[in-house]
């Protein structure tokens, strides 16, 4: 019997390993085209970049990192888990300060589901240095613009650091409505006639009238 040569023998080895590295990459095609990924950014349907620093709470300056608040197995139109409203401000702006007084009005509306009829939504604040003629820019001024609006969320101390890069963040205030999953549902440099509550009203899942007795 005559027994195969050398160069037969390589050859099936080098067919066979085309054919594996063809199946390898025709399943990573598949896996390419079949599913629906979810970039890190700043725009609708983005996941929303790191965000963490160190943030006031009412007592003490302690250490926040609000994508560890996310769940990543939220499912969409679920009224369980925490919407986040995060807003990016200067403590010298203008209209930041006109927005505080807003955001005062309207703090019924946050971290107190079901008596909204809403999903729960909890507000961030993050102070950043764009910077504007003012108040210096410290800890101790952060926390007396908090107290003067009578806010009673975290503020996240921002004035120094990438957030303002990382969140691509051109002037304040900048609002993000984020679902409980880190996905960003709204953001305000994407809608210039609909202001955070109207979105508010208009994405946040209602509660069932079981959820909300």
Same mark, same amino acid.
């Given at each position: $019997?005559?027994?195969?040569?050398? #160069?037969?023998?390589?050859?099936?080895?080098? /067919?066979?390993?085309?054919?594996?590295?063809?199946?390898?990459?025709?399943?990573?095609?598949?896996?390419?085209?079949?599913?629906?990924?979810?970039?890190?950014?700043?725009?609708?349907?983005?996941?929303? &970049?790191?965000?963490?620093?160190?943030?006031?709470?009412?007592?003490? !300056?302690?250490?926040?990192?609000?994508?560890?608040?996310?769940?990543?197995? !939220?499912?969409?139109? %679920?009224?369980?888990? /925490?919407?986040?409203?995060?807003?990016?401000?200067?403590?010298?702006?203008?209209?930041?300060?006109?927005?505080?007084?807003?955001?005062?009005?309207?703090?019924? @509306?946050?971290?107190? %589901?079901?008596?909204?009829?809403?999903?729960?939504?909890?507000?961030?604040?993050?102070?950043?240095?764009?910077?504007?003629?003012?108040?210096?820019?410290?800890?101790? #001024?952060?926390?007396?613009?908090? /107290?003067?609006?009578?806010?009673?969320?975290?503020?996240? /101390?921002? $004035?120094?650091? #990438?957030?303002?890069?990382? !969140?691509?963040?051109?002037?304040?205030?900048?609002?993000?409505?984020?679902? &409980?999953?880190?996905?960003?549902? !709204?953001? %305000?440099?994407?809608?210039? #006639?609909?202001?955070?509550?109207?979105?508010?009203?208009?994405?946040?899942?209602? @509660?069932? %009238?079981?959820?909300?007795?």
């Amino acid at each position: $019997m005559k027994l195969p040569s050398t #160069n037969q023998e390589g050859a099936a080895k080098t /067919d066979a390993g085309i054919l594996i590295m063809a199946i390898f990459f025709a399943g990573i095609l598949f896996i390419a085209f079949t599913t629906n990924p979810v970039y890190v950014g700043i725009k609708e349907g983005d996941r929303a &970049p790191i965000l963490k620093g160190t943030a006031y709470d009412g007592n003490s !300056w302690v250490s926040f990192t609000l994508n560890d608040e996310f769940n990543q197995s !939220w499912e969409e139109e %679920s009224s369980e888990g /925490d919407w986040y409203i995060v807003e990016f401000l200067d403590i010298n702006c203008g209209y930041c300060k006109t927005s505080a007084q807003t955001i005062a009005e309207n703090q019924q @509306l946050i971290d107190n %589901s079901p008596a909204t009829g809403y999903a729960n939504v909890k507000f961030l604040a993050v102070a950043l240095k764009l910077p504007l003629q003012g108040s210096e820019y410290t800890r101790e #001024n952060v926390v007396a613009f908090r /107290d003067n609006y009578g806010h009673n969320f975290p503020y996240v /101390d921002a $004035m120094e650091g #990438n957030l303002k890069s990382d !969140w691509k963040i051109s002037g304040t205030p900048t609002y993000f409505l984020i679902k &409980p999953n880190g996905v960003i549902a !709204w953001a %305000s440099p994407e809608h210039s #006639n609909e202001d955070v509550w109207e979105a508010y009203g208009r994405l946040v899942p209602k @509660l069932s %009238s079981q959820e909300a007795n």
